[in-house]
């Protein structure tokens, strides 16, 4: 791949759309982020964007699935398909080289917080430094809808890599079920 080029995938929204209703495109083009900035990196590798279309809903689901469900053996199902798409909700896909290899659902909350939720990485492209990438965009993200403090609720095996990212224990929820490490980390201006 070139140095430098800017990998921007395709949006088939046009496919996934439901049909009737009442609200309008431009409604759910904001509702879905299609009206906010899809962040990228600067080697132009990477791209993060909402899922536009029903093979990117798949690719979504099957990474979390993946990551989340199976591998920590946690029994969970996908949240509903309203709650993926309120309207603070943003579910993203992480691209790399064109092709979907992490998720994050970047939620907007009181004041100026944002919670990463459901941060995965597809286990063949783990450990190839894609969740710092993952990362980055999210925060980057965040920081574009007026977001200045980042919160997540991390498994105790994850903890480390997000105090490697910056995030620090921080309890912000005192409702937080035990064996969950809470951190959260301010954003720089950027």
Not at 102 to 120: H, K, N, P, S
Not at 126 to 136: D, Y
Not at 165 to 183: K, N, R
């Amino acid at each position: 791949m070139a140095e430098g080029r800017s990998v921007v995938a395709p949006d088939t929204r046009r496919e996934t759309e439901p049909q009737g209703g009442s609200e309008s495109q431009q409604g759910r083009d904001a509702r879905h982020g299609a009206d906010l900035p899809h962040q990228g990196s600067a080697d132009g590798r990477y791209v993060l964007r909402p899922p536009a279309c029903a093979g990117d809903w798949a690719s979504y689901h099957t990474i979390r699935q993946d990551v989340l469900l199976e591998a920590r053996e946690f029994s969970l199902d996908h949240p509903p398909e309203e709650e993926e798409r309120a309207p603070l909700h943003h579910p993203m896909l992480l691209w790399c080289d064109d092709r979907p290899i992490g998720t994050i659902r970047i939620d907007r909350l009181e004041g100026d917080r944002a919670a990463f939720r459901l941060v995965a990485i597809d286990p063949p492209a783990q450990g190839r430094g894609h969740g710092r990438r993952l990362l980055g965009c999210a925060e980057r993200f965040a920081r574009e809808i007026g977001c200045r403090t980042i919160v997540v609720y991390a498994t105790p095996e994850a903890a480390g890599f997000y105090a490697r990212s910056g995030y620090v224990e921080d309890v912000w929820d005192e409702s937080c079920v035990g064996g969950i490490v809470q951190m959260m980390k301010p954003l720089a201006e950027g």
